[in-house]
């Protein structure tokens, strides 16, 4: 059996680099001074109530409606971390700014 | 690229005849598993099918081997597998597969003793049903059986043009003796035999539909990675290959898929007929035997007994309307099978009521003579 | 290589099949749709044209997910997605041929084929979605169940032991074996793409919920509850070469897991063809 690849050292991220990295998505970011894009599209169409975008959610930004669907009820809490439609089984959500 | 023999008259084996037919119609792809007596395709497409750009795979099993050459030939490349008896029964799932997707493909069974490992290197004709209804549900069969080594070579050429013309997976029966014996054979020049390829679409892309009813009953067929990324299942589907549970759609697929075949079943009848015009019995074989039955014929003729000979090359579909014309004023049919009596059911279904049936069957894993089978037409005459 | 962070959101869209009736026909909160728009970033991401990919499935919950998706799509019958994509690749070898099969129809029924194209090396990137269970069939226990779970052909808790997938795979010779989590769907979009992106037999086990039967046979609770226990008992690769072991207690490993080269073969294939032209050339 050939044997496995060398162990690759993780390089450690700068101070610096780390800093341009947030201020890099600030910029692209611009709903919290309340003009712009709503974080989030919802196509309720689609969705089954599974209730991940609401627990996953760190910021708390879903409320479920009454049939347990999300309500983006605290949008300028969102921050665009991509959880919940990168988990979405149904596609429902699809984000403006990325 | 081409598939060149070097000399037309060629000393061959069945088997091997089965290879250069393949090659002959365009097969350029080969997935098998060994098993005696169907090995040497297997062996041969190894060796000849790189040397034509084609590629050749021993697959794990034969479900295996019957799913990868489906899948090829869903590339838009003629493809073929080479079984016998136990390796025919492990395809027939996915036969039943190739049959609802229409994917054209070519499966050859050289037969052995039957059933389970039965008798490997001896002949038998018992898996003649099996090639109809092995596989579960309702499904129209083409198959094909030659009686010579230069039959195995036309029949394949055969078996692979029925495969395009119907978009159907077809069944070619030979057996352990034909596929083993060695005849002198002169190849056909590229362009003698006719070869049919599939017909492809020329539409635009919305408007292809991989299964649609046309008028022919037989759909154009684009290959995967043409631009018409179309979608194939093996439930039951619409025209787009959607699975479907609508009874109208459901009974529009069967009702295709059976008529594709029955409607123009003269087209793919081959029927060797002899000296029936003034038989009052006629002889009904197909493959080995058929080669003793003609020469029990002739024999009962230098007797002057008015013996003919039928032997279908098409089995199925079974020549119903050709065989109720030709029986129509013969005393005596006998149907002679090396199995239990197979051929010999349909035969007392089609035979009209003035024809008497009789049967003459082997199965203990040696061939009919023809002194045996000239014995019998003087008893049954 | 991995792949540099997520892409935009709504590329999932473009690669849907209009013609298909959505929502898919998955249970709510199935992981299966999750991996679903994985495959489709990958695939994205790679720049693969929609005509040059094969998606070809087996049958089971996992394998209704190429119908949905706008490639060449072939749904084939229950166990031999692997056969089927085998004769895809070697026939037309221009094409990126992807398996997503299950726990199930690629181990079961499926294995005497996942084994053989592991050997073969061929390049095919199998997506396994692992989630324990028949889910189509019911609920029934697959070679992968855990000993004691409970399914509903193993009322009094299993008495079998379930395969690991990716040491099966790593011992029949594939050259790529990493496995995610449809928790983890960032770090499952590099796996898959590591996958598509390596020249052989590349194998992603995605682990994935099936709450409609494993997590009510075995009491672990809805889909949000399952996707936590993934997320308790996953321990990235790179972590665990660095803990004690006792940290690796009741763990399973994600990311990576084997990545070797090895010859490719459609590749040798190739050789010999073009062997043979080059004598007909002299």
New interface residues.
Partial sequence: MPDEKPEEVPVKKTAAEKEAQTEDKKIKYSYQEGKGLPPLNLYLHWCKACNICISFCPQKVFDPDRDGRPIVARPEKCTQCAICWLHCPDFVITSNYK | MPHRITSARKLMQGNEACVHGALYAGCRFFGGYPITPSTEIAEGMARLLPKCGGHFIQMEDEIASMASIIGASLTGTKSMTATSGPGFSLMQENIGYAYITEVPVVVVNVQRGGPSTGLPTKIAQADTMQARYGTHGDYQAITVAPASVRECFEQTVKAFNFAERFRTPVTMLTDEVLGHMREMITIPESGELEVVDREKPDVPHEWYHHFEITPTLVSPMASMGDGYRYHVTGLVHDQDGFPTANPNEIKAKMDKLRNKIVRFADEVTQLDVEMVDDAGIVVFAYGTTARAARQAVHMAREKRIRAGLIRPITIWPFPDDQLRELLAHVRRVLVVELNQGQLIHEIERVAPKTCKVAGLTRYDGEVLNPVEIFKRILEVK | MMADP?Q???V??DY??V??R???V?????????V??SIIRAIDKMGYS???V?L?SG?GCSSRL??YC????????HG?AI??????????P??KVIVVTGDGDGLAIGG??FI?ACRRNIDITTVLINNQIYGMTGGQCSPTTPHDSFAATAPYGNMEKGFDPTTLAKAAGASYVARGT??H??QL?KLIYGGLNKKGFAMVEAFSNCHTYYGRLNKEG???AM?KLMKEHAMPV?AA?VLPPEKLEGKFLTGVL?????PEYCEL?QN??DS??EKDKE
């Fill in positions: 997520i935009s959101s709504n999932t869209y849907l099949r013609k298909k959505f929502p898919n998955w249970c709510a909160g199935c992981g299966i749709g999750t679903m728009g929609k005509d040059e094969a070809v049958i190429p119908v706008d490639f060449n799509t072939l749904h084939t019958t031999r056969a089927f994509a085998t004769g895809v690749k070697l026939a037309k221009s094409l005497n084929h053989h449809v928790y769907v960032q979009d809805d889909a949000v996707l790179k070469k084997w990545d070797v080269e090895m294939y010999l063809i043979f032209q």
